[in-house]
């Protein structure tokens, strides 16, 4: 909701003109929401801090800066998707239909990226080397590790979504009774 169009709702409310229950819910769901991605921004951004910190300061615990960047972004999105059906803000008035699209790239990068990486003949050292390889974690094993947090954060949606839409179509059949 925009800024604009906030104040003409804080404005009809004011006003006592009349405003739809579903307006107000979904107010309340966009403030949740927000600060719910502000904290996951936190998170991500902290995390990350401490680990570009630690790799350029400690000891180099992974091979790839990228992977283990990509790790706690994965985890602040893990964490996103988990608060926000804790809070019943991950669905709108539109409905599943912003999180159905995000599901598709969750399932295409958490089942696809790792797929691609075992079956790469080009480097032969995967299956010797998965774990840790020059006494750090492999990025092998970070690929996987990231794309196994997406995946679950997919399927974590695709619950959801499951159960949204089978409390709503309850409701549905309840109202007609």
Not at 19 to 45: C, G, H, P
Not at 46 to 73: D, K, R, Y
Not at 96 to 125: A, H, K, M
Request: hydrophobic share 45%; aromatic share 12%.
């Amino acid at each position: 909701m925009s800024l604009k169009s906030f104040d003409d709702f804080c404005a009809r409310m004011i006003n006592n003109d009349p405003v739809s229950e579903k307006e107000v819910y979904d107010e309340r769901q966009n403030m949740i929401r927000t600060q719910l991605t502000k904290r996951a921004l936190w998170l991500f951004v902290i995390t990350s801090g401490i680990n570009l910190i630690i790799m350029e300061c400690g000891p180099q615990w992974c091979e790839s800066w990228v992977l283990s960047t990509a790790f706690f972004g994965a985890v602040a999105h893990l964490y996103w998707t988990a608060a926000n059906i804790k809070h019943g803000s991950l669905f709108g008035l539109h409905g599943t239909t912003p999180i159905v699209s995000q599901i598709g790239f969750l399932f295409g990068e958490g089942l696809f990226i790792p797929i691609l990486i075992l079956t790469d003949d080009s480097n032969t050292d995967v299956a010797a080397n998965f774990f840790i390889r020059n006494g750090m974690v492999s990025e092998y094993f970070m690929w996987v590790l990231d794309s196994a947090l997406l995946l679950a954060a997919g399927i974590v949606m695709a619950v959801s979504v499951r159960n949204y839409k089978k409390k709503e179509k309850e409701s549905s059949d309840t109202d007609k009774v």
